[in-house]
Structure formats: C-alpha cells, structure tokens
C-alpha cells in the first residue's frame, strides 16, 4: 500500500469516526489521530523526500487536499458536536411552565373605592373638587338646612341613627346622606362658582338583610352658580353617565322628589344586563335608576344667604355602592361589606 | 299603590288610541313609576312622589295625564251635599282639624253590595271586599284621595267632637284587641265619653259600623299632615288615610268625598241621608298665587314657553291661571297648597307636562377639569404601595355591638371602653360607634381563618369616633385612619418554597415604603405608645410608636395573643398596622437626587453579640453617631445585614449576634485599607465603650 493510499485510507476512517458524532473531547483525539504528529498524514509528508523529484508536488499537493478535507470535516464535526451538547444542556434544563407562577400577587381596591375613584375622575374632569365632611352630623346639616323640617315625610325616606342626646343638646346622627356636605360647603359663604364632588360613608337605621345595609356609600356634586338651568343639570348628568358607561350609552330622565332640589329628576341608565329588554336585574323595566338629582331648592340658597333670584345650583348623587355591585355583578350587596377577603380576591382575579 | 288601568282610562280619556304599555311608559314619564306590570298591564303597581300626596288616588293620577297629553277628565258621579244644621251637636275645638264634615244617614237592614265594576279600584288595590259601607269609603279615598269614615250612630253617645286627647286617655283601634294609651294631644274624634278615632290615622271598634247598623255617620275631613304623622308614628298604625293624610289632603274635597260616598250607597244599597250635613273647621283657602315670567321659564327650562302654552299646561293641571301683562299668575288649587310654594315648583309642572326628556340639555361653558386634591394623589400613592404589598382593601362599619368589645383586655374606665352609642339602633351590631379599627381587623382575621383563608393581608382609609365634650359638635372628634392587618404566610405559599409568617418587621418594611413613597421620614419607637388607644391591645415586647419629625403618628405590632385566642384565632399572630390619616396627607417633599458615586464606597462588616432587649438599633445608631476625626473615614450608611439568635442558656434568655454592615465612601477622599481598617477598629471601640456594660461585645469583623 502506498502512502497516498493510507492517507486516503485514514481519511475514510476519520469520516467513519466523525458519522458516530463524537463529542467534542472524542473529537480532539481524533485530531491528534489523524493530523497530530504521529498521524498517518504527518508520516506520508515526511516521506515526500523519498519520491522522484517529479513526483513531489502531486504527492504533496494530495496529501495536504486530503489534510484540508480532514481538517474541514473535524470543524464541521466539532461544530455539531457543540450544537448537540448545547441541545442538550438546554433540555436538561427544561422548566414545567404547566406549574402556576410564584410572583408577588398585588391585592386590589375594594370595588365599591374603584367605582368611587371612577366617577370622582369623571367629575374633575368637569371641574368638581372633592370636600370631605363629618359623618357625625348635627339636625341642622342633615335635615333642616335641607329642606326637611321636623316632621315632614320626606324624614322618613331616610331612617335616622340617632346618638347620645344624654350627652349633648340638640340632634346628633349619623348623616343619611352626603349632601350634608353642599350643606356645609354653602355655610362657609363661598364665592361663586361652587362645584365640589362629596362622597363617603352614609348611614340609615334599617334592618339588615343581603340587599339593605346600614353603612353603605354615597357620592354627589353640586354646583351654584349665576345663571344654571334645568338644562344645564341634564347635559352635565349626560356627560357624567357616558364618562362612567360610554359614550353610546342609553338614558332617560323622569321627575322624582327631593326636598332640597325643585324640580327634581332621576336619571335611568337602559339595564347593562339585559341592554333594555327586561330581565331580573332590572325587575324587568329595562331600565335603572342610578341618579338622582334637581336644582338646588331656593330654601337652601336663602338658608345659607345666596338670593335665589340671582343664584341658582344644581346637584347629583347616587349611590356608590348599588354601581358597584351592579358592576362586579353581586346582587347582594351586603357580601360587599363582610371583609370576605375570598370574594374581593375572586372579583380582582376573575378574568 | 296598585291600580287598575281599566279603572284610570275612565277617569281620563286619552286624546287618542292608548296601549297598555304605551300608558305604563306615560305613567313612568310623569314622576309616576310603574314598579310593577301585571296581569298583561291590566294592574300596577305605582311607586309614587313622597310630595304628592294628590297622587295617592285615581283623580290625582289622571290629571297628571291630562296635563300632560290633553284629553278628557271625567269624574265620577257624586251626591249633592246640603251645608246644614248638624244631625248631631258637633264641636271642633283643635285647629288641627282643618275641615269636617259629618251627615247622618240610615242603611238598609238587607246590607246588598256594591256593583264589581265600582270595586274594582278596592280589589286591584288588594283589599277585600268588606261591606258596602266600608267599600264605598275606601272606594272614595282611592278614587279622590279623601278618606272617609263611617261611625255607628247608636254607639255614639251625645254629640261628636274633634279635640286634642287628654293625659290617660286610650281608644281601641279597629282590628285591635287591647286599648292603646293615647300621647296627649293626638287628634282624636270622641263623642261624650269615649273616642271614635284617632283623626285621620284609625277608627275605634266600639264605634265601627256592622252589617247590623242601620244609621251611621259620615266623617269627611281633613287635618293637619303633622298632627297625623305624629298620631301615626305614636301609635305605629299605619293607614292608607293617614298615608294620605300625611302627605296633605285637599281641604276642598271633603263634601265631594261625602257625596261620593252617599251616591255610592243611596244608589247601590238604598241609604238614605237623614237632615243636612254639618261642615266645621279653621281651614280657609289660603289663594296662594304665583306669577311666572315666561322668559325666566324659557330660560331655566332651555327651551321657549309662550304664554299661551303656559296657561294651557297649568290649566289642564287644575290650577287657575290668567296673563297679565307679559306674565302669568297662578291660583294654587286648594290640595296643592302643600307642595306648591314656589315658581319653581311651577317650573317643574311644565317641565313634567312636556317631559323630561323632551327638553334640551345644554353643557355649561365652565366645565374645564381639575387636579385631583392633596389628599386624593396622596392616598392613591399609599394605596399603591400597599396594592403592590399584596394588601386588600375592605370596608368595614362604621359602628359595633358591645359584644364585639367585650373581650378587649382593658378595665372598665380605660377609653377603649368609652363610646358614641346609637339611640335607636335596629340591630344590636350598630349600638357602638367604633373607637378603635383593631377589633374589626381582627375580626376580618378571623373571618378569613374561618373561610379557610390563609393569608390575610387586608387595609382600610376609615374613620374612628372618640367621645370628648370639648369637641365642636359637643360629642366626639372623627379621626381618619388607615389601618392594616396581615396574618398567615409573608408570601403568598407555592410549590417553590414555604414562607415564614408575616411578622412585625414585614409590617416594618411597608410603613418604609410608605415613607420612601411618600418621601417622608418616619421612624420607631419600640415599646408602648400611649398617645394610641390601642397600645394596650398589643403586645408588651411587640410593638413599636411611628413617628414623623417626632410626633407620633401611628403604632404598629403584634395583637396581644390572648385577645387574638379570645376571637376565635388560632395558630397565627396577626400584625396590626394603625397610621393617623393626617399624617399621609402632608404634602409630599419635592424629590431630589444625588448621583452616585464613582468609585463604589469600602465596604466592611462587624458582628456583636447582644444580650435580650438590647435593641440593634441602639447600637447602629451609635455607629452612625461616632465622630470620626477630620481627614480620616467617615461612615455613610450602616445597615444589618444579618442576626443569628443563640440558644437560650437553661432559665435564661437567647442573646443575638448581629451583623452590620459598614460603608465608607471613597470620595471625595480616598482612603487606603489600612485607613478603613483603622477606622473600624475606632467603632468597634465606640460600641464597647457605650454598650459594653450592657454586655454587648464584638463577635467578629470581616
């Protein structure tokens, strides 16, 4: 056999050895095998000298080709050799991403704050400035200064928490609603325009059960001004309802009754139910109350010294916690109020 | 109140063809809602205006629709009243009783019944069929809102007078077994020596009529709305007449009421009245008149109301109206008095009879937005940090039951026990207004544990009621607060790893990042804090004051674990949190930075080992404050990196080793090793020399 033959023959052997995909340590020793010093290469150049003159350079021109190829598939090896290690590595770290995440899990608003904080945006972006008040209040605020003189019926629309008269002269309660605060706001005499957002916890002594509360929450505005009609209120309330249910929402206004606010208007918003048609919901009206409103009555005005012949206001409130409850979809809205930290968790995880 | 449509479209005709849902949608648009559709809109049930009593009855109802959509107005028959000498000696003594008139009339020995169509309203409205006496009343007050009553005339003794009630005096109310006790001064109807009825509230049952009366009288009056509904709230007896009555009746009616009830039972049964009807009162039509400007109408309304249109709108309401001049003046309709004062409630009948949603809305030109307050982007950062810690927020009430407090481990006479309580609370639960927000964060504790509920982490913005006299409402100051509890593991558990338990440090770290959110410095103060009510609630080696340019402005801690086993919490040590809301509302400080340095400060470490209740911050504050010469290293920050907790010696208490972490910054001057060194070596003496006879000693630097 001819040297050129073994080297060919090595050639063979090293392509036999780089199909069974060595690993890259493997790899290395067949570099010392075949190119190394003592390779059958290494050993056919030495013997170059030993040819005629004549034949050296197609002798050595083959031998080097047949080093090159070596050389080129040992590359190509070492390269796949890498891949399928790399590979490897990467499966042996394969992570179960069936397994649930371990983040840190951020809690949530309660839902009747978020609708809060909704319609309280909504209202600053028509320039109503949020003034809180007391909720112990005296007669005066929440009843009298309201229109609702001892004795009028309109007093028993909102059963009053009385408290320890044994301790005080004079009514003190629990304010049965937040217009205590237009109330308050008034008495401090300030110059016109007024536009302040009130809300926050109101209280009224009736029995409890899943849908009646005796702390529930309460948001309203008003705004006393020269010059504010009737239909000033109705494009204000438009504005508010589709800052709070869309621009395409549907609504209505019917005549309701309010001591302090003459005339007096609820709002209806078509039921985001059943979309109008009638379903329980909405007791089959097709149709929600969700606002009640009026112009301020001039008895409030003069109460607080504004003429009413120079100064006219209106006001708006409704009930946070009936749209809360309408908007996570809990008809009893005395779960909303029992700390069941289950279902604040369910309403913030449910998709 | 319930009604029959059939029943209303006889009272008003409808200018044209009406549907049943047609008309229940004309009902919703005037103010009167319909809750209720049934028997395919045959029957429904009104939610009526509290102010309007004229609405309680079918006339009221109709004429609301006729003002509204025109058509006929068509009243039913009614007998002629004859003003006269009374059938028996009357007298009305209290001005309370605005009008009354009484007629004496006999009924048939066969008591026959009225015809069904004329019960319908009776039936529609749920009331049984009595007789037809007391049919024909009830049929009257549903129909024209004038109660009526009828007395027998053989049980009443001399004459009949309207007066107030006299100390120890009773009546027996109708559908009643025992006397009631009657507050003196109630309106009452009494002949010599007893009382009929409690005006305009209920008749009394030794004078009801029978299917055995054969002469009866006729009651027909009005009386004073209050006096009612204080005879009425008295009592706790409700009426549909003191209902009416209530609301204000129309003084005008009470002959048409009486003639209705006399046609009824002369035309259906064959009574007959006997002599002429006496008529007594103080009432006198008061002829109130408004004058409406049409501009101003026009204006307010936002739309143009033209004279003409005014008179017609009020005219088909029942009120007297004429121009003059440019305006309009109006004469009140006597059963309006009690709810028309003002223009304004004019503005509001012609905004009803064109319809509220057939006027235009208009949008202010002054309706530029604002910033949120102060105190609204202040409790959205707090609320972010404490979102962000895993907490949720929760409403609680505003007030407690005595029950709820009892367990607290303070003595009668401490401020924990002292309250606002509530006079009339329906339920127990509300007798209390919360001083304290610790007990109903327990509360909420428990309630999760007992839902299987494992973590708890929970906060609320509330307020707290505490009793002073020196207060401005005589009662109490409101204090806002904001509280949280956290409970059950500090992370939420996973397969990954197991948490320890959320401890007073974690509750630490959240009141640290309310202050780096709020760039604010709060600091601690371990032990009591008597400047909070519920120091003592806490636990005595557990619980540390929080406080902000040295004012205390909150505590935080571990629940006392006897009061947390005395609410039904077990295997877990909650950790309340209690910061005055005041203190949140500061105004945040302007931000401000500093780069940082260029060259990373030297870093060392030392380790002391202290004994019990020798505080770690003692002696990092000692560190912090040692003077280092000038020209050599000075601390910039030191921070514990570590603390391992020794074995208790037998009948002793475990000692801790704590690790600090010390750096000195390199910049502006830069220091050697063997500065540094030097420098550590000075503080170790620093400590020694404070500490040392507590028994803190070095344990190892590094």
């Not at chain 2, 029957?43 to 004429?63: F, K, M, P, T």
């Not at chain 2, 009339?105 to 008591?111: A, C």
């Not at chain 2, 400007?293 to 003409?308: A, K």
Request: aromatic share 6%; net charge negative.
């Amino acid at each position: 056999m001819t040297p050129l033959d073994e080297t060919r023959e090595a050639l063979a052997a090293l392509e036999d050895a780089v199909n069974a995909q060595p690993s890259l340590g493997e790899l290395d020793e067949l570099r010392r095998k075949f190119l190394g010093k003592t390779s059958v290469v290494k050993g056919a150049l030495k013997r170059v000298r030993e040819l005629p003159a004549d034949e050296r350079p197609a002798f050595a021109a083959e031998v080097n080709r047949i080093a090159a190829v070596m050389e080129e598939r040992l590359q190509t090896a070492a390269v796949a050799s890498a891949e399928r290690a790399r590979a490897a590595r990467l499966n042996a770290e394969w992570a179960d991403l069936s397994l649930p995440g371990t983040g840190p899990r951020r809690g949530a608003r309660h839902p009747v704050t978020v609708v809060e904080r909704r319609c309280l945006a909504v209202l600053r972006n028509l320039g109503f400035t949020l003034v809180d008040g007391p909720e112990v209040e005296d007669e005066f605020h929440n009843f009298d200064a309201l229109n609702i003189p001892k004795h009028h019926p309109a007093r028993d629309m909102q059963d009053t928490f009385w408290l320890d008269s044994k301790r005080v002269a004079g009514g003190l309660l629990l304010r049965s609603h937040t217009t205590t605060v237009q109330a308050r706001v008034l008495g401090e005499g300030r110059s016109l325009p007024i536009k302040v957002a009130s809300a926050g916890r109101v209280y009224r002594n009736e029995a409890v059960d899943a849908t009646h509360l005796a702390m529930f929450h309460q948001l309203e505005g008003f705004w006393v001004d020269r010059g504010l009609r009737f239909s000033d209120l109705k494009g204000v309330l438009a504005e508010v309802v589709r800052g709070l249910y869309g621009a395409d929402s549907r609504f209505r206004f019917k005549p309701k009754f309010y001591p302090y606010t003459e005339p007096s208007l609820g709002m209806d918003l078509a039921c985001t139910t059943c979309e109008g048609a009638g379903c329980p919901a909405c007791h089959g009206a097709g149709w929600v109350t969700i606002i009640g409103a009026g112009m301020v009555h001039r008895n409030v005005l003069t109460t607080f010294g504004y003429d009413p012949e120079e100064v006219s206001g209106f006001a708006f409130g409704w009930g946070t916690t009936r749209m809360a409850s309408q908007l996570v979809g809990v008809a009893k809205v005395k779960a909303l109020y029992d700390q069941d930290l289950r279902l604040l968790h369910s309403i913030h995880r449910s998709a | 109140m319930k009604i029959a449509s059939e029943h209303l479209l006889r009272w008003w005709t409808s200018p044209g063809p009406i549907t049943r849902t047609a008309l229940a949608q004309l009902l919703d648009d005037v103010g009167i809602e319909v809750k209720r559709s049934e028997e395919g809109g045959t029957l429904l049930s009104l939610e009526l205006l509290a102010n309007r009593g004229d609405h309680r009855c079918y006339l009221g109802i109709a004429r609301e629709l006729h003002g509204r959509m025109g058509g006929t107005l068509v009243l039913p028959t009614c007998d002629p009243v004859v003003v006269g000498a009374a059938p028996v000696p009357l007298s009305v003594l209290s001005p309370l009783c605005l009008r009354y008139c009484l007629t004496a009339l006999t009924l048939p020995e066969t008591p026959g019944a009225l015809d069904e169509a004329d019960l319908l309203p009776v039936l529609a409205a749920g009331l049984s069929s009595v007789s037809a006496a007391v049919d024909a009343t009830n049929i009257t007050n549903l129909e024209f809102g004038q109660p009526t009553h009828l007395f027998d005339a053989d049980t009443v003794v001399g004459g009949v007078t309207v007066r107030e009630s006299r100390a120890g005096e009773t009546c027996r109310p109708l559908f009643s077994t025992r006397d009631v006790s009657l507050p003196v001064g109630t309106l009452v109807i009494a002949d010599d020596v007893k009382v009929l009825a409690v005006a305009g509230v209920i008749g009394c049952e030794e004078s009801k009529v029978t299917n055995g009366t054969r002469r009866a009288l006729l009651e027909s009056a009005t009386f004073d709305p209050v006096a009612v509904r204080k005879a009425s709230r008295a009592l706790g007896i409700h009426t549909d007449a003191s209902a009416r009555f209530e609301r204000g009746a129309d003084p005008s009616l009470v002959e048409v009421g009486a003639g209705r009830v006399l046609y009824l039972l002369r035309s259906r049964v064959g009574a007959e009245v006997v002599g002429e009807t006496a008529l007594e009162g103080s009432w006198v039509n008061p002829q109130r008149t408004l004058v409406l400007d049409p501009e101003r109408v026009s204006h307010t309304l936002g739309r143009r109301f033209p004279v003409q249109e005014i008179l017609s709108r009020l005219c088909r309401l029942g009120f007297d109206c004429w121009q003059r001049g440019s305006e309009v003046e109006i004469e009140v309709p006597p059963g309006r008095t009690w709810d028309i004062h003002h223009v304004e409630d004019l503005y509001e009948e012609l905004a009803r009879s064109v319809g509220y949603n057939d006027l235009p809305a208009t949008l202010p030109s002054d309706t530029l937005g604002v910033s949120p307050t102060p105190g609204q982007e202040s409790r959205e950062r707090v609320e972010e940090v404490l979102l962000g810690a895993g907490f949720y927020e929760v409403i609680t009430n505003g007030f407690y039951s005595r029950e709820l407090i009892d367990p607290l481990p303070v003595p009668q006479g401490h401020a924990l026990r002292s309250h606002v309580s509530t006079e009339n609370a329906l339920d127990r639960a509300f007798s209390l207004l919360k001083n304290n927000t610790l007990v109903q964060a327990l509360d909420t504790v428990a309630q999760a544990l007992r839902y299987g509920q494992q973590e708890v982490r929970a906060y609320e913005y509330s307020r707290v009621f505490l009793p002073d006299p020196t207060a401005p409402n005589g009662l109490c100051r409101e204090r806002q607060v904001l509280w949280a509890v956290s409970a059950g593991p500090a992370r939420a558990p996973s397969w990954q790893d197991k948490s320890g338990a959320a401890d007073v440090w974690l509750m630490r770290g959240l009141v640290e990042e309310l202050a780096a959110e709020l760039r604010q410095v709060f600091s601690f103060r371990p032990g009591p804090v008597p400047e909070m009510l519920v120091s003592d609630l806490l636990h005595p080696a557990r619980r540390a004051a929080i406080l902000h340019e040295g004012q205390v402005v909150g505590i935080l801690g571990e629940i006392e674990p006897d009061l947390v086993a005395a609410y039904g919490v077990k295997r877990q040590r909650p950790i309340y949190l209690e910061i005055n809301v005041e203190v949140l509302l500061i105004s945040t400080r302007s931000q401000s930075a500093t780069l940082p340095p260029a060259r990373p400060p030297s870093v060392r470490s030392l380790a002391f080992t202290l004994p019990h209740r020798v505080e770690a911050e003692g002696v990092a504050q000692s560190l912090r404050t040692a003077a280092a010469p000038a020209g050599k290293p000075r601390l910039s920050r030191v921070e514990v990196a570590d603390l391992f907790v020794h074995e208790a010696p037998d009948g002793g208490l475990a000692s801790r080793t704590v690790t600090y972490t010390l750096n000195f910054p390199q910049e502006p001057t830069s220091f050697s090793e063997e500065q540094i060194n030097a420098a550590v070596f000075e503080l170790v003496g620093v400590v020694e020399r404070r500490w040392g006879a507590a028994g803190v000693h070095l344990r190892g630097a590094i």
